[in-house]
DNA sequence: GCATATTCGCGACCCAGTCTCATTCGGCGT
DNA sequence: ACGCCGAATGAGACTGGGTCGCGAATATGC
C-alpha cells in the first residue's frame, strides 16, 4: 500500500503536480482497495478524515491520476463506471472479477494482429480500443466467494 | 430503413410484447440514423411529432430493445454512452467512426483462443468480455470528413 | 366490442459529475 | 526563514442522464 501511494507521490513530482493533502488522502484511498472502486467510495473514504476532501477534488484527482495512467476507468457491465489503479506501464487491459472486485491485468494478446486484418477488410483506420474482461477470479469461484469489500 | 424499422415489428411481436405507437416511433428515430445515437437524440426526435413519446418510455423502449438484441450499448472513449443498432446474430463487436459515427460489426476474431489462454494462465474464469473499436472509417478518412449527421 | 394486463406519460425525483469563484496552500526564489 | 504567485481546493449551485410511481390509455385475446 505505501509503494502504491508512494508511486503515486513520486508520479506527481515528476509531471510537475503539486502534492497535496487531498490528494495524498486520494491515494490512500485508492491504495486502501483490493479492487475496483467507484469515485463514491473514494469520495466516502476521504469524507471520513478530520480534513474533508471535496466532491470535486475528488473528481478532479481521478481524472488527474488517469491521465498520469496511475488509474484507468472501467465500465461495468452494470453499466456503471469504476476505476482500477494499475500500472502505467504500457498499452494493457483489466480482468476484472465480477464478485471481488480485484483486477489484474493482462498484457497485448495479438490483438494487434486482428485489428490489422480488420482495418484492411473494412477500410477503417482504427485509433483506440476498449477491451474489459469480467469473470471470476481463482478464489471466488471455490465455494465460498468472497464479497467485495 | 424499412427493413430495420419491420425487423423491430417482428421481434416484438415473437417476444410477446405489444406493437405499440411510441414504440414504433422509437423504432423509425433508430432507423433513421445512420450510425450511432444517444438516447437524447432518439428523444428529441419523438419529440417532434404530433404525438410526444415520453422521457421515460424512451428509455424503456431502448432498455426493451437492447434485450432483444436490436440495439446494443457502446460507451464511446469520451465515456458518454450510445446505441447502435445491430443485427440479433451471434456474439459480434462494433467498430465505430469516431468522425461520422457509422458503425460496422466485426464478427468473431479469434478472440476465443485468446481468452482461452488468459484463463489458463491467470486461473480467471471469464464470463463476459467487452470490445469496442473506435477509428475512421474509410470515407471520413479522405480530406473532407463526414460530420456526424 | 369487452375485459384486462401491458404500456404510457407526466412530473417528481435521484445521483454522478461539472462549474464557479473566493480562499488556501505548495514550492520556488531570495 | 519569508513571501509570492499560480496551482489547487472546497462549498454549493447546477446540469443532465436516467429512474420511479401512479393514474390514464390501449393493444391484444376472446
Same mark, same amino acid.
Given at each position: 500500500?505505501?509503494?502504491?501511494?508512494?508511486?503515486?507521490?513520486?508520479?506527481?513530482?515528476?509531471?510537475?503536480?503539486?502534492?497535496?493533502?487531498?490528494?495524498?488522502?486520494?491515494?490512500?484511498?485508492? !491504495?486502501?482497495?483490493?479492487?475496483?472502486?467507484?469515485?463514491?467510495?473514494?469520495?466516502?473514504?476521504?469524507?471520513?478524515?478530520?480534513? !474533508?476532501?471535496?466532491? &470535486? @477534488?475528488?473528481?478532479?484527482?481521478?481524472?488527474?491520476?488517469?491521465?498520469?495512467?496511475?488509474?484507468? #476507468?472501467?465500465?461495468?457491465?452494470?453499466?456503471?463506471? !469504476?476505476?482500477?489503479?494499475?500500472?502505467?506501464?504500457?498499452?494493457?487491459?483489466?480482468?476484472?472479477?465480477? @464478485?471481488?472486485?480485484?483486477?489484474?491485468?493482462? &498484457?497485448?494478446?495479438?490483438?494487434?494482429? @486482428?485489428?490489422?486484418?480488420?482495418?484492411?477488410?473494412?477500410?477503417?483506420?482504427?485509433?483506440?480500443? #476498449?477491451?474489459?474482461?469480467?469473470?471470476?477470479? !481463482?478464489?471466488?469461484? #471455490?465455494?465460498?466467494?468472497?464479497?467485495?469489500?
Amino acid at each position: 500500500m505505501t509503494a502504491k501511494t508512494d508511486s503515486i507521490v513520486v508520479a506527481l513530482g515528476s509531471a510537475g503536480r503539486r502534492l497535496t493533502a487531498p490528494r495524498r488522502a486520494v491515494a490512500a484511498a485508492i !491504495a486502501a482497495h483490493e479492487g475496483y472502486f467507484t469515485a463514491e467510495e473514494v469520495l466516502d473514504a476521504s469524507q471520513t478524515r478530520e480534513r !474533508a476532501v471535496g466532491r &470535486a @477534488t475528488v473528481f478532479r484527482s481521478l481524472e488527474l491520476l488517469t491521465a498520469l495512467g496511475l488509474v484507468e #476507468r472501467v465500465d461495468l457491465p452494470s453499466g456503471d463506471h !469504476a476505476y482500477v489503479a494499475c500500472e502505467p506501464a504500457g498499452h494493457h487491459h483489466h480482468l476484472v472479477c465480477s @464478485t471481488c472486485g480485484r483486477s489484474t491485468e493482462v &498484457a497485448e494478446l495479438g490483438l494487434d494482429r @486482428t485489428l490489422d486484418r480488420i482495418e484492411a477488410s473494412t477500410g477503417f483506420q482504427i485509433e483506440s480500443h #476498449r477491451l474489459e474482461l469480467f469473470g471470476q477470479c !481463482a478464489g471466488c469461484q #471455490r465455494i465460498r466467494p468472497t464479497t467485495r469489500h
